[in-house]
């Protein structure tokens, strides 16, 4: 499982590398270190809007839920997700059908476990480029999005860096990005870009594993958004 993502592109290098506009541009802040412990937005794409860049919260959560975040994540950790979630949990099947997105990202930390130590990496593409994660998301009660990283099976290169656990999230690369967002797009297609995803080159280097463990800020606010 992957708990801490980086997104350091400024709004127009995103805008440049994927071709589409923020909705809401003054909101957006490169973040380093993006901690989803804390309750905390990511820029994603949707199946709604595949035309702009919108915010969700990170952290899916039933479709027009009440409550607040932190309350369900206590006990519920969806952060990330696994494509069998996705087909058998009751409110996260019309997630993987009609409201899959793409969250985007610079790069992801990762944790390897050595001689009885945790050595943390961040992964990125050796461009420094952002990138397509594929996720899923929901619309809460407040009309705020949230959503969740959507993990499979780790490959050989992240397995290096990642022993904490045997689960990544999905790299999705741009030639892929309107199938996954695309309503028409088969079952069979999807988990096809989630089992068996094309490979994209990338990079790791080793970070302090105290520098991951600070707290970049909270979310912004659904009425800033108003």
Not at 134 to 153: E, R
Request: with cysteine; net charge negative; charged share 25%.
């Amino acid at each position: 499982m992957i708990y801490k993502l980086s997104n350091e592109a400024g709004r127009e290098e995103i805008e440049n590398e994927f071709g589409i506009p923020f909705r809401y541009p003054n909101l957006y802040r490169p973040n380093p270190i993006i901690n989803g412990f804390h309750e905390i937005n990511l820029s994603v794409v949707t199946m709604e809007n595949p035309t702009e860049v919108t915010l969700a919260i990170w952290g899916l959560m039933p479709q027009d839920f009440k409550e607040d975040w932190q309350i369900f994540q206590d006990n519920a950790n969806t952060l990330n997700v696994k494509v069998e979630d996705l087909e058998n949990v009751t409110w996260m099947q019309k997630s993987f059908k009609e409201r899959r997105c793409l969250i985007i990202v610079t790069g992801f930390y990762t944790h390897l476990i050595k001689n009885g130590n945790t050595y943390s990496y961040h992964i990125y593409r050796p461009s420094e480029k952002p990138f397509y994660l594929a996720g899923t998301y929901n619309i809460l009660d407040d009309g705020f999005l949230c959503t969740a990283l959507t993990v499979s099976k780790t490959d050989p290169f992240v397995s290096s860096y990642h022993n904490i656990s045997n689960l990544a999230p999905v790299i999705v690369p741009k030639e892929e990005a309107a199938a996954w967002l695309n309503k028409n797009t088969t079952m069979d297609e999807l988990k096809r870009i989630i089992q068996n995803p094309k490979k994209i080159k990338l990079e790791a280097k080793r970070v302090p594993n105290q520098s991951l463990s600070k707290d970049l800020g909270p979310i912004i606010s659904t009425e800033s958004l108003l």
